[in-house]
């Protein structure tokens, strides 16, 4: 007996693995997969990568200071935008980086965690994939409705903007580590406003964009971030915060 196209088809989707249809198995435990899907990633096409490497301390000693590093180097030259939340903050998002052809995509910050949750970075690349690395973190907690410990100093006001930095020379490329003085206040601690740095590019010498960085109000106070540049190009550093004020430093 003739099979029609329709078992044909059947078979053909029974020949087709699983995970490739979606129902792929999730690294970390989370019951918010899904919604940030749809909320961040518009409901788009992605996989859970390996490749992505979302690096973090297991356990948050200082959930108000908690380094993050993220590598996507395997996907170089290929990456349009690299999107990272921390699924159980009350500010979940961390960041929207597009590295320029001369960034590699990789980047290492700092952020605030409330309580234990998962941590994702998804990278799109020039395919429309969402590639996503993903991890967990324990935490004891508090981290984002902490008192600012900026604001307890006198006279921080008088170093607003002002940076540090320093370039190290890597195997591939020249690392370009910062620290910038502000309070980045996220607006849940009683009767302080959010004021925060919420954008920053860096530029060549002659003023073109090598790669932006929109900062949300989980990232830490006095955030220090490091970005990897291809070549020995004399760079700067721009940064604005939510109330306009402007900062510029040469790295």
Not at 84 to 107: H, Y
Not at 168 to 179: E, G, K, W
Not at 192 to 210: C, H, K, M, V, Y
Request: hydrophobic share 45%; net charge negative; with cysteine.
């Amino acid at each position: 007996m003739e099979l029609d196209w329709r078992s044909f088809l059947l078979l053909a989707l029974f020949a087709v693995p699983w995970d490739s249809w979606g129902s792929q198995r999730d690294p970390v435990t989370s019951v918010m997969w899904d919604y940030y899907h749809e909320r961040l990633l518009g409901g788009e096409a992605f996989v859970f990568d390996e490749r992505v490497k979302l690096s973090a301390p297991p356990f948050a000693e200082d959930a108000r200071q908690v380094p993050i590093q993220i590598d996507a180097s395997a996907f170089d030259g290929q990456v349009v935008r690299m999107l990272a939340w921390a699924e159980l903050n009350p500010i979940p998002q961390i960041f929207d980086f597009q590295p320029g052809e001369q960034v590699l995509p990789r980047l290492a910050i700092r952020i605030r965690v409330e309580q234990a949750t998962p941590l994702r970075v998804a990278v799109l690349t020039r395919d429309g994939l969402w590639h996503v690395g993903s991890t967990q973190i324990d935490a004891a907690g508090g981290g984002c409705t902490a008192p600012s410990v900026v604001r307890a100093q006198a006279g921080w006001e008088e170093h607003l903007g002002e940076v540090l930095g320093k370039r190290f020379v890597l195997a591939d490329a020249n690392r370009l580590r910062v620290q910038v003085a502000h309070p980045m206040d996220n607006g849940l601690v009683g009767g302080i406003p959010e004021f925060f740095l919420n954008q920053a590019q860096l530029r060549d010498r002659s003023g073109n964009t090598l790669a932006s960085l929109e900062l949300f109000p989980a990232v830490s106070e006095n955030p220090t971030i490091s970005l990897d540049v291809k070549g020995n190009v004399e760079t700067e550093l721009w940064l604005r915060d939510n109330n306009g004020n402007e900062f510029k430093a040469e790295l």
